[in-house]
């Protein structure tokens, strides 16, 4: 077994999860893991980063798959013992100008960026070393979509005691309440996006919470983060920040150091926590 320091970042084949990877390659002593859906891309990317000097390495992973996840999980588990840093990157968002039925929007944007980032940090956290780094790529649409719920949704978002259970059942009453045409009279805001994302913001402060808990002693520091308006396939040409510019504020949660106390269970947002 390999006692190599070990990171891994998903949906890493492109913009931001692709800067993450190039950033962690230069600062991150050991080895960086590019994860992909489709290992035809996800090489190529590897490939791109050997081109400029880099050495990262490449595994299959799709969120949205529990054998992908299982594989990747049982990968790391033999061959590092565990995982020193992992970056929830993986995340998809429609178009604005997207004519797919809303309900579709909505099942669709929630399946990956909350349900399927749940599935994997069940199967991950487990394997986070002490002292490990943990950072779920939310956004500050997170933060607006709050605001525009209802007083009700936003207590129980904002709760310091809300269980895993709990966030589970809203974000899936949210897909229910879109299905049925009655999410707005339901107190949610109109975007997919930025729900789902809710989810991630929420689900990461219960996620510091419970390592609290039961892993006090490892020292894991957890948090959620917004890379900022990106240029990328998701945001647009005219988004204010380049990938590697995105890429600062998810790199310095995971890298860290050893001995820091925090951030912890925050939203982080140009290195600095957010009122939640």
């Known amino acids: 077994m390999s006692s190599t320091p070990v990171a891994v970042v998903t949906g890493a084949n492109k913009g931001i999860g692709f800067a993450i990877v190039r950033a962690l390659c230069k600062q991150f002593t050991g080895d960086v893991y590019l994860t992909a859906r489709d290992p035809g891309l996800g090489q190529a990317a590897v490939a791109n980063l050997q081109e400029e000097g880099l050495r990262p390495l490449f595994h299959q992973l799709d969120i949205n798959d529990m054998q992908s996840i299982r ?4 990968f790391l588990k033999e061959k590092y013992g565990g995982l020193n840093v992992l970056v929830n990157n993986a995340g998809i968002a429609f178009k604005v100008a997207d004519t797919t039925p809303f309900a ?5 944007t929630l399946r990956t960026n909350f349900f399927a980032t749940r599935d994997f940090c069940t199967e991950l ?12 790529v939310s956004s ?22 809300i269980t895993e259970e709990e966030l589970v059942k809203l974000m899936t009453k949210f897909v229910e309440d879109a299905k049925n045409g009655v999410h707005e009279k339901e ?7 930025g729900v789902s994302k809710i989810g991630v913001t929420v689900l990461s402060r219960i996620q510091a919470r419970m390592l609290n808990e039961k892993r006090k002693a490892d020292q894991i520091l957890l948090n959620a983060c917004c890379p900022g308006w990106v240029r990328t396939d998701m945001a647009g040409p005219k ?3 380049s990938p590697d510019e995105g890429a600062e504020t998810p790199v310095y949660l995971a890298l860290l150091a050893p001995d820091a106390d925090g951030p912890h269970g925050q939203f982080v947002s140009e290195k600095k926590v957010q009122k939640w």
Do not use: M
Not at 129 to 136: A, D, F, L, S, T
């Open 71 to 74: 594989t990747l999980r049982n």
């Open 104 to 108: 579709t929007q909505v099942e669709v």
């Open 125 to 136: 956290l487990p394997l986070i070393k002490p002292h490990g780094r943990v950072v779920n």
């Open 140 to 161: 500050t649409v997170s933060v607006s979509a709050l605001a525009r719920c209802s007083e009700d949704l936003q207590q129980k978002f904002r709760s310091e005691t």
């Open 187 to 193: 107190g949610w805001p109109n975007t997919a996006y």
């Open 239 to 241: 988004a204010t920040k």
